[in-house]
């Protein structure tokens, strides 16, 4: 009797959390319509970075949309580890086709840890010209009032970065079908139920933005180096020097490749992993916000077929709502219009990824093989002796190898000489 009656109390907790992120929804998206009225006219320019490994779905039409945006002033700089990665040619033509763009290739980075993209943000950002940095993965898209939206909140001298929503587009595969049904609406709701509560801790690699000032506060991006969730990780430590982070009013686009169900659940399965090991108080909270299985427990103890049908009921109704208002509503994710009726079986497949998150440190990234230990990267033997071999000491000025290729610069600004020569939810990793 005790047990079933803790399930039922339990089985309640989720329903209340679907309330809460209704409610913490509604008034952001209210307020925020309001303040994209009175925004400021101040635009600084701004240098866009983008670490690049491989190709992700429609990477041209990804990158071509920084190079369309509605902004006086700007650069878009990518970087990969080698003039043979195929990205190489699709950013070339980039900058034959957009001319009048300050658009710049950087071609290695020195390594500074475990984490290839880290490795190519630390070059990103001494490379950069401007102080103000936007940082996007690879695997997003873009509309052209993303820069305005994005440096809006800068205005506020106590604000220290900025992150973003996100709606998804796939190209209807059954894996990237289910990621994107339920990915865009689970951040958005816990991200502004955190707002609401406590402030947000974090960024997300859709976009992370911060200034060249804020990030040398917290040691650059040369101190994550090593760090699998670097996206979290320069959140957290921004707001731990009392600076706040915003959010932009208007969603990217985060494009999905072609999964499988396995490799959805794979993908799941390796960020539930980071999440777990750096913030595991967290992670074993979100236990209590499952609706699917408490609801599941709920009816197998319930006494009587009334009651197993108002659990049903209460879990349907809240589930599809925060799903039709955040989602379709809100966000106007185009996958989540068509599949909000995929909410329970998102919720499945997360209670799934969440058991075994407790069972593995072990992940797969970008074709490599790590082991996440209390956030930090740690390369599985063959890798780690492949890095050590790889390391070598070049002091400033002496960093051969390394090369930087620049489209035209626009006619409205000076040509910088290049120095000698560094995503959950995001989904791709560079």
């Not at 600084?44 to 006086?72: T, W």
């Not at 900058?95 to 630390?122: M, T, W």
């Not at 060249?212 to 650059?220: M, T």
């Not at 990267?377 to 002091?395: G, T, Y």
Request: aromatic content about 10%.
């Amino acid at each position: 009797m005790l047990v079933r009656e803790a399930i039922l109390v339990l089985a309640l907790g989720p329903f209340v959390y679907y309330l809460l992120a209704l409610w913490a929804s509604c008034g952001y998206f209210r307020e925020s319509r309001k303040q994209r009225g009175r925004r400021t006219g101040r635009k600084p320019p701004v240098s866009i970075l983008k670490p690049v490994r491989g190709l992700d779905r429609e990477a041209y039409q990804n990158f071509a949309s920084f190079c369309l945006l509605d902004y006086p002033e700007y650069e878009v700089l990518f970087c990969v580890n080698d003039a043979n990665d195929p990205a190489v040619p699709v950013i070339e033509k980039l900058q034959r086709d957009f001319p009048e763009r300050r658009i710049r290739l950087l071609i290695g980075a020195p390594h500074q840890g475990a984490s290839g993209k880290v490795n190519k943000l630390c070059r990103l950002v001494t490379e950069s010209a401007y102080d103000l940095l936007v940082i996007s993965d690879s695997d997003v898209r873009v509309e052209p009032s993303y820069l305005q939206d994005v440096t809006a909140p800068f205005a506020n001298p106590g604000v220290g970065a900025v992150t973003v929503f996100f709606r998804s587009e796939t190209a209807g595969s059954v894996g990237a079908t289910l990621d994107a049904a339920g990915s865009a609406v689970e951040f958005a709701a816990s991200a502004l139920l955190a707002r609401r509560l406590e402030g947000i801790h974090f960024t997300l690699g859709a976009t992370m933005a911060t200034t060249k000032k804020v990030l040398a506060e917290i040691g650059g991006f040369q101190a994550l180096a090593n760090h699998y969730v670097d996206d979290y990780e320069v959140g957290k430590r921004i707001t731990e020097l009392g600076y706040r982070v915003e959010l932009a009013s208007t969603p990217v686009c985060m494009v999905y490749p072609r999964e499988s169900l396995l490799q959805f659940l794979r993908h799941e399965l390796r960020w539930t992993i980071g999440l777990r090991n750096v913030r595991g108080r967290g992670h074993a909270a979100m236990g209590l916000v499952l609706g699917f299985p408490w609801t599941v427990l709920a009816i197998l103890a319930a006494p009587t077929a009334t009651i197993k049908w108002l659990y049903a009921l209460a879990y349907l109704t809240l589930r599809f709502t925060v799903y039709l208002v955040i989602g379709v509503r809100e966000l106007q994710d185009p996958v989540v219009r068509r599949k909000w009726w995929l909410a329970p079986v998102r919720d499945a497949a997360n209670f799934v990824v969440w058991v075994a998150s407790f069972f593995s440190n072990r992940i797969s990234w970008r074709g490599q093989e790590f082991r996440v230990t209390k956030g930090i990267l740690v390369p599985l033997l063959e890798q780690a002796r492949n890095s050590a071999a790889a390391v070598v000491k070049r002091q400033p000025g002496q960093l051969s190898g390394l090369r930087t290729l620049e489209g035209p610069a626009p006619r409205s600004s000076m040509v910088i000489e290049p120095s000698m020569e560094f995503g959950v939810q995001g989904t791709q990793d560079q």
